[in-house]
């Protein structure tokens, strides 16, 4: 299983500002993913992210609120940008595992955001 | 991909066996089913999955009904770091929209002293 770190950890933000959060992972994958997890819920996924193409994007969420960069085969970010308060989620990266199961993957920590 | 449907809430006595079941009446052939679980303030976490034979690894064993419409998972001898949340999660192997792993609300699992 791949380790994998998020940063930071937690944030509290102004409204109307962006944050962007970087998940590093300890080895090459294909996928990564963006989940978000707003208070009391369960996760939701916003995008898939693969190296050297756009992003794809859930139904509910898009690319100018939610732009992710992925430069490589161990590194991404999710921006969160003109943040309001209902952005105040726990933001989670993953990737999938390199046997290709779809079912099968490992997650980051986790960033908390807390949006004033 | 199959909707599951899970206890919202379980106890089960430090040391003793927790069984957690899973509904997935719906489940496709080409499905399989996924568990995982999620200790307050971590990301979830991978347990174990399995498509109509039962498995076991080091963190839990999982049984399927012949019919595949339901599952449970079974963790031998749970501590009070098992406390968490379980979630079931049924979908293709490959293919599709591999990111798309849809979480329910899954069952919080209590283990108490």
């Known amino acids: 299983s791949a380790v994998i770190s998020q940063k930071p950890s937690r944030d509290i933000c102004q409204r109307g500002t962006s944050l962007t959060i970087q998940c590093q992972v300890d080895s090459q994958v294909t996928m990564m993913f963006w989940y978000r997890q707003q208070p009391g819920q369960s996760l939701t996924l916003i995008a898939t992210a693969n190296q050297g193409s756009e992003a794809t994007y859930e139904s509910g969420f898009v690319i100018d609120k939610f732009p992710i960069s992925r430069p490589n085969l161990t590194f991404s970010t999710l921006t969160v940008s003109n943040m309001s308060p209902e952005d105040s989620s726990i933001y989670l990266c993953?990737?999938?595992?390199?046997?290709?199961?779809?079912?099968?993957?490992?997650f980051g920590p986790g960033t908390r955001l807390t949006v004033t | 991909d199959a909707k599951t449907t899970q206890p919202p809430s379980m106890d089960c006595a430090e040391g003793r066996a927790a069984n957690l079941p899973c509904n997935h009446s719906?489940?496709?052939?080409?499905?399989?089913v996924y568990w995982y679980r999620q200790i307050h303030s971590q990301g979830p976490q991978y347990i174990i999955h399995g498509l109509k034979n039962n498995e076991t690894n080091e963190m839990a064993s999982l049984i399927i009904t012949e019919d595949r419409k339901s599952s449970t998972l079974i963790l031998p001898h749970a501590t009070l770091r098992d406390t968490a949340v379980y979630y079931c999660?049924?979908?293709?192997?490959?293919?599709?929209?591999?990111?798309?792993?849809?979480f329910g609300k899954g069952t919080k699992l209590s283990v108490k002293p």
């Open positions: 999660i049924v979908r293709r192997h490959y293919g599709g929209s591999q990111g798309n792993l849809i």
């Open positions: 993953s990737v999938g595992s390199n046997s290709g199961r779809a079912g099968e993957q490992y």
């Open positions: 719906t489940i496709s052939g080409n499905e399989y």
